[in-house]
């Protein structure tokens, strides 16, 4: 099979083609009226430039029809992006000039302030429109899925999280003891990932029993341990394949461009396979001995989201690809906020002491928490909130317009859409705008979920949507609080004090000095990057201080 850069090439070519073959029939029946088309350099000008013509006549066209359909609905469109080369190549290049050196959406920022909140940008024939305004998305389609798997048992769940946060907190101790510094965000991916798979799948990956990376490395080497090499090139393929998706989706159909020799997802996709596969083959063999399909009434609280799914379908690859999304969901997201709150606390001392004063005080210095504990310490959960604000796990996301619509601005102003249109927004830059969070935005201060200003949130809850909002608030949501919580009690109580070592991240991975000077660029201690979810350049490296049984620091 071809390679995706080799298909976009034969279609683009395809559609430069037939133009031009059509201009060759018409000037056999018009050269004797135009004598000038008996010339073949002529001729030859004319074929070449007919294809381009004909792409650039049709995005004239749809613009001049959405022109008249806009006038016709009393609306007028957004501030468009002045791109300064033909069919907007320049976007498609900033985007890989800039991909490996900014600051994560500081380039939607700059244009924010350029252009406004909303924004239209065209690019290879494409019309998308960006906007900041968490207004746009208050009209959601209502949901049509249930509760399913995250209505399971809360002590079965404590009871997972408990021993998978032992093992990393053990982990962690022993690192620090033997003068070792940790990559946090690398111990947080294992207990999420060891977490989601025995809570979702009944088969813990057991991640945690591969070697902690080295300080001054991003990710362990493929080579760092044989014990369970099916787990690493698991875990790596599906850290990769999402670097991989990110870069596809900035560059929009274009993408297809950068993979000329072949599919670079294949690879990732087999290694995920070797490891998926098993699993999935067990479990459809469960759902046949339990009879195939079954009615909602007929499926058992304690299923775990596996058996739920061969108890639907028999499908190997719908079940694989459902794996595949509830691993990002319950993985990637949990263990990005996990490490940009052990971030936050590294940078406000006040903050990390009066938490774990919060902590002791409720839950004490060594049992673990209940669900009764984790609702009664309202600052922890003022704390995970004000993170997901600031940080939250997918910092950009999109959405596609099915039909024409109206959008009002809060003038009055009338704004056309059209249909089959992509709407990229961000999350992160909503949630640090001044214009809904005030004139600290920018600052970390968990009290804003406590105080007065919490009014600024509920008199608007699409101006926070790490979860989403409305119909399409995330499934998991409680899930994801419960987890956050557990875990962060647990660390809180074993250790007291907790300081960043920039001198154990890899090359390259400290915050640029040649950022310019807007947003939170200037008080970053590390890199905010993103794939499909948010993460830390190279890692958050740390020590931590142990705490004395009884609690004291």
């Not at 962690?172 to 990932?193: E, L, Y």
């Not at 060891?194 to 945690?208: K, P």
């Not at 003022?382 to 796990?393: D, G, S």
């Not at 310019?516 to 990057?529: A, M, S």
Request: hydrophobic share 40%; proline share 6%.
């Amino acid at each position: 099979m071809a390679s995706p850069g080799v298909q976009y090439l034969l279609q683009l070519l395809l559609k430069l083609l037939l133009p031009a073959l059509l201009v060759h029939y018409l000037s056999w029946y018009v050269q004797d009226l135009l004598p000038l088309l008996r010339s073949s350099a002529v001729r030859a000008v004319i074929y070449l430039s007919a294809g381009p013509l004909y792409l650039y006549s049709r995005v004239l066209w749809r613009s001049a029809l959405a022109v008249r359909r806009a006038r016709k609905l009393g609306a007028t469109f957004f501030p468009v992006y002045r791109t300064r080369w033909p069919l907007g190549l320049d976007v498609i290049v900033d985007i890989v000039r800039t991909i490996d050196s900014e600051y994560i959406a500081d380039k939607f920022l700059a244009l924010t302030e350029e252009y406004g909140p909303t924004f239209i940008m065209r690019f290879m024939g494409e019309e998308v429109i960006f906007t900041t305004e968490p207004q746009r998305f208050g009209d959601a389609t209502n949901s049509v899925l249930g509760t399913g798997v995250f209505n399971a048992d809360e002590c079965r769940e404590f009871d997972i999280l408990a021993g998978h946060a032992d093992k990393v907190i053990q982990k962690m101790k022993d690192s620090f003891n033997s003068g070792t510094p940790v990559d946090m965000q690398d111990a947080m991916a294992r207990f999420t990932i060891d977490s989601a798979t025995e809570f979702l799948f009944g088969s813990c990956v057991n991640s945690i029993l591969e070697p902690f990376a080295k300080p001054g490395e991003s990710l362990p080497s493929m080579e760092s341990s044989d014990s369970h090499p099916t787990v690493t090139a698991f875990v790596q393929a599906f850290t990769k394949a999402q670097f991989l998706i990110n870069r596809r989706t900035r560059l929009g159909h274009s993408w297809k461009l950068w993979e000329m020799r072949r599919d670079e997802s294949l690879k990732f996709v087999a290694d995920m396979d070797r490891f998926l596969g098993p699993i999935t083959e067990a479990a459809l063999a469960r759902g046949r001995e339990l009879g195939g399909p079954k009615v909602p009434g007929e499926i058992e609280d304690e299923m775990t989201f596996l058996d739920h799914m061969v108890t639907q379908t028999q499908d190997a690859k719908i079940i694989r690809d459902s794996l595949m999304n509830m691993l990002i969901a319950g993985r990637d997201t949990t263990a990005c906020t996990l490490t940009y709150i052990v971030y936050l606390l590294s940078q406000h001392p006040a903050v990390f002491v009066r938490l774990r004063d919060d902590i002791l005080r409720v839950v004490g210095p060594v049992e673990y928490p209940t669900y009764d504990d984790i609702r009664n310490i309202q600052y922890l959960r003022a704390v995970i909130n004000e993170t997901l604000r600031l940080f939250p796990p997918v910092p950009l996301n999109m959405r596609d317009s099915i039909e024409e619509d109206i959008w009002t601005g809060e003038d009055g102003q009338r704004y056309y859409v059209g249909p089959n249109m992509s709407i990229p927004y961000s999350p992160m830059l909503m949630q640090r705008s001044r214009a809904y969070w005030g004139e600290d935005a920018l600052e970390f201060d968990p009290d804003r979920w406590i105080d007065d200003r919490l009014r600024k949130f509920t008199e608007n809850p699409f101006s926070f949507l790490p979860f989403n909002a409305g119909p399409r608030i995330c499934l998991g949501q409680q899930f994801a609080y419960n987890e956050l919580s557990f875990m962060i009690i647990r660390l809180l109580q074993s250790f007291s004090s907790v300081e960043l070592r920039p001198d154990a991240q890899p090359k390259g991975s400290i915050p640029r000095s040649d950022w310019p000077p807007r947003g939170r660029n200037l008080v970053e201690k590390i890199w905010p990057r993103a794939h499909l979810t948010l993460y830390v350049m190279g890692g958050l490296w740390l020590t931590m201080g142990e705490a004395s049984v009884t609690g004291d620091a």
